[in-house]
């Protein structure tokens, strides 16, 4: 991949517009969801020998892993200080009567600083409509701990031409309960539910389209400083042949990855990106 962006000029060019600026200026984000997988051992053995191993700018570039709860302390023991760890929930509810949850203030007192929220296996299975996720994103916020807000549409609202209004909808249901300030600690993550653990993909174009949708509207809906800073990354089986593609769109500004987050695929997704950052310095050369 280093070799082929590194003698295309076109693509050199490109880089150097307005938007390809703003983009690297927000810093990529490159996120691992494990989802409801992994043991003690087998999370181990990911974290020492692919997730520790990855080399990057962390003031170009940030990764996060997020773990199932009952793994978090084992992970965070190990896991190298310049990749964040993330929760992939959270209550709804601050500390209280409420047996079996988790809660944001306990997050932050464990010393997790990020939390996923609104993904669409929350959102189907477990019924969490645009309401309650915008409502653990605020607790979430209020307490100190920053949010990768996963948004997207299914593979009927696309077909039926409404995959904007879904996503937008979802995106202002949170910035009903939030202010202008607070957008700096949420990273949006676009994945299109028809295209998560399907061995489907949009396209670079049709993810390209939506993420500048979605800045787009942030920027006739909150401010134009939010829609330049805001990271908008995309997710949706993404794998280490996709990813140049994807990430060579002005505003799409890394992934979220699943399954290939349980692989050594999910290093080699992240030197690309980090190719990516080293193509546009060479550039100024």
Same mark, same amino acid.
């Given at each position: ?14 880089? /150097? ?29 990911? $974290?020492?020998?692919?997730?520790? /191993? ?7 570039? *940030? ?6 709860? $009952? ?40 010393? =997790? ?7 669409? *296996? ?19 916020? *209020? ?7 996963? $948004? ?28 202008? /300030? ?5 990273? =949006? ?30 920027? /006739? ?13 995309? &997710? ?8 140049? &593609? ?11 990855? &699943? ?9 080699? =997704? ?16």
């Amino acid at each position: 991949y280093q070799r082929r962006v590194h003698g295309d000029t076109r693509f050199l060019m490109a880089a /150097k517009t307005a938007k390809w600026a703003e983009k690297i200026s927000r810093r990529l984000f490159i996120g691992g969801n494990w989802k409801c997988n992994g043991t003690t051992k087998s999370s181990t053995v990911l $974290i020492n020998d692919t997730v520790n /191993k990855i080399a990057f700018n962390n003031k170009k570039m *940030e990764i996060l892993i997020s773990p199932v709860y $009952i793994h978090l302390l084992g992970v965070k023991q190990i896991l190298s200080k310049k990749i964040h760890l993330a929760a992939q929930n959270l209550s709804p509810f601050p500390n209280g009567p409420f047996t079996g949850e988790i809660t944001a203030e306990q997050l932050k007192d464990f010393g =997790i600083d990020w939390v996923l929220l609104g993904h669409s *296996e929350r959102r189907s299975y477990f019924k969490e409509s645009n309401n309650v996720v915008a409502s653990k994103v605020k607790l979430a916020l *209020e307490n100190g701990v920053k949010v990768v807000l996963c $948004i997207g549409e299914k593979l009927a609202e696309r077909e039926a031409g409404k995959t904007l209004d879904v996503c937008l909808s979802q995106v202002a249901a949170v910035n009903k309960k939030i202010n202008e /300030k607070s957008w700096s600690n949420i990273v =949006i993550a676009y994945e299109p539910v028809w295209a998560i653990g399907t061995g489907k993909e949009a396209t670079p174009a049709q993810a390209q389209e939506v993420h500048d949708s979605l800045r787009d509207w942030l920027g /006739k809906n909150v401010s134009e400083k939010v829609a330049k800073k805001t990271r908008i990354i995309y &997710g949706g089986s993404v794998t280490e042949k996709s990813a140049a &593609g994807l990430i060579e769109q002005p505003d799409i500004d890394g992934f979220l990855i &699943g399954g290939a987050a349980l692989k050594p695929a999910f290093k080699t =997704i992240c030197d690309i990106c980090s190719c990516l950052l080293y193509t546009y310095d060479a550039g100024d050369e």
